[in-house]
């Protein structure tokens, strides 16, 4: 029972998710090769660092995890594990992993390697964003704090045995096994590797990285290894990264290119729609999404928490939203209105201009202040941006935009101190797994305000982050409303103090060429962004 409480609690809300499947002539084929492409290069493939919508997809067909999920869904299945059990108490969790699984540098994988990669996940010295997501496993705090390089609560009986001990009982923790961080790689590889394991990954899943120039592509090959030898479908995907998404788009309709990356710039994405070919280039759909505004707590004046509220009544979100062709909605919390927890009562901050000014002339601010706004570079993050710094002149806060690579936004939003706000649009959150609990820890709990992290506004509140492990320590499946209601409360305690704008919720749209097969459902795939490992040429 516990076990169907945590595979099954979030699928109704979910299936408002998932786009129609395509029609039944789409049977898969194998073979062929595609070509990508994207603006920015690729930070890391370093699962325990990686933490980018672009990087997400790739590092989840490099590696394999105990748990993964059905491509196109949120519903969870067993993948190197061939089978677990779930104790009664929900303290123990025990995995059998799949015979004849191999890295791909030709070595078995065995259960040390679970224990090593999540161990080095949670080592504060591999700077990683998701030690957090472990911190049900005994001897967590042992580790985090650095006091101990071994995880006390995950032992391996056998060379095919996994056992995991947990302190308390974790209703997400089979999510959490199937997570990028929760990757499995060789210790020896990490160690060749001197530091660069992200630029020479060594993975089992079902792409191997084969070349990468830095700045124009990287080439993934089938893994001829993997051990479900009916996937991937592809033989081979070439990223191809400095691609300006309107030149990108182009490429597409001319045949040269079989997925934009980036999406479609709002300027063309009419046109594409119109055309005689937009229905079966287009996919669009909704997802678990967020696009915020961060406010960096331990930066001046916004400190102050009538600063930070005074910012949230100032944005504009309705104009936002047209900038995307209305492919958004106005958020007013952190989770997305299809997030169980979500508050639909709540009804946040209201745009108010006059008001906004007046809180800051309560902060001891009447003609505003100076501060620095970062966001990507990739249409239409800086417009949208600038419209945020034409709304917060409106109220005397002069906001220079610093329009970056991604990778420098991800790295400026990881350093203390660094940037006072960040917009996130084109890395805002979408959701890791399907619980309201993904939108806490790595972004605004305090596990996350670390060097490298995600919580970009540095938020730190350790009353809401007891309440976050009560809440998560829910497992008995007649508490799943109960719980999903105590998510909700944290969410909209948090928006009193303010450390973010939750400016937007986005629908996904990807381009794709005539070519391109399978159902819309993995090419915006809820766990995946992109699911590398469903996709297919059509014949």
């Not at 609690?9 to 194998?30: F, G, V």
């Not at 980018?52 to 993948?79: C, F, H, Q």
Request: with cysteine; charged share 20%.
């Amino acid at each position: 029972m516990f076990r169907s409480m945590l595979l099954n609690s979030t699928a109704a809300a979910l299936m408002a998710l998932m786009p129609l499947a395509a029609s039944a002539q789409d049977t898969p084929t194998k073979g062929g090769d595609i070509v990508v492409t994207y603006k920015d290069d690729i930070t890391t493939l370093d699962p325990a660092i990686g933490y980018d919508w672009v990087n997400w997809s790739m590092i989840k067909s490099l590696y394999s995890r105990l748990m993964d999920y059905e491509p196109g869904t949120a519903n969870l299945v067993p993948s190197l594990a061939e089978s677990f059990d779930v104790s009664a108490d929900g303290l123990t969790y025990t995995f059998k992993l799949r015979p004849g699984v191999k890295f791909s540098n030709g070595r078995a994988v065995v259960a040390s390697d679970v224990k090593y990669s999540i161990e080095r996940a949670v080592n504060p010295k591999t700077q990683g964003p998701g030690a957090g997501f472990f911190g049900a496993i005994n001897g967590f705090d042992a580790v985090s704090g650095g006091t101990s390089e071994t995880l006390s609560g995950i032992e391996t009986p056998d060379d095919m045995t996994v056992v995991f001990k947990l302190s308390r009982p974790d209703a997400t923790f089979l999510h959490v096994l199937a997570i990028n961080f929760a990757s499995v790689v060789p210790k020896e590889a990490v160690e060749a590797a001197a530091g660069d394991f992200g630029k020479k990954p060594v993975g089992s899943g079902t792409f191997i990285l084969k070349d990468w120039t830095i700045g124009q592509r990287l080439v993934f090959d089938r893994n001829p290894d993997y051990f479900n030898k009916d996937l991937p479908y592809i033989d081979k995907v070439t990223v191809e990264v400095g691609q300006e998404p309107l030149v990108a788009l182009l490429r597409l309709q001319q045949g040269e290119v079989d997925i934009a990356g980036d999406g479609i710039p709002p300027a063309k994405f009419l046109e594409i729609k119109n055309s005689p070919e937009g229905a079966q280039m287009i996919v669009d759909g909704e997802q678990l999404h967020t696009g915020y505004l961060t406010l960096n707590t331990k930066i001046k004046p916004l400190d102050d928490v009538k600063v930070r509220q005074a910012i949230n009544m100032a944005v504009n979100k309705e104009r936002i939203t047209r900038i995307l062709n209305g492919r958004a909605t106005p958020a007013n919390q952190p989770l997305p209105p299809l997030m169980p927890g979500y508050d639909k009562a709540y009804p946040g901050y209201a745009f108010d201009v006059e008001k906004a000014k007046a809180l800051l002339a309560e902060a001891g601010l009447p003609d505003g202040f100076e501060t620095v706004l970062y966001s990507t570079n990739t249409d239409p993050q800086p417009r949208i941006a600038q419209a945020i710094q034409q709304d917060l002149a409106a109220i005397g806060v002069k906001a220079e935009v610093r329009a970056l690579a991604q990778g420098n936004v991800i790295a400026a939003g990881g350093t203390e101190g660094e940037a006072p706000m960040i917009w996130s649009g084109g890395m805002a959150w979408i959701a890791d797994f399907p619980d309201p609990s993904n939108f806490y820890g790595p972004i605004l709990g305090c596990g996350g305000a670390v060097q490298g992290g995600w919580n970009w506004s540095w938020y730190c509140n350790e009353a809401l982050d007891k309440r976050a492990i009560e809440a998560d320590s829910m497992s008995d499946p007649a508490k799943v409303a109960e719980r999903q209601a105590a998510w909700g409360k944290i969410f909209t305690d948090i928006m009193a103090d303010a450390p973010w704008v939750p400016v937007i919720n986005e629908r996904r749209v990807v381009a794709k060429s005539m070519r391109m097969g399978g159902p819309d459902n993995i090419y915006i795939d809820p766990t995946r962004v992109i699911n590398y490992d469903a996709i297919f040429v059509k014949q």
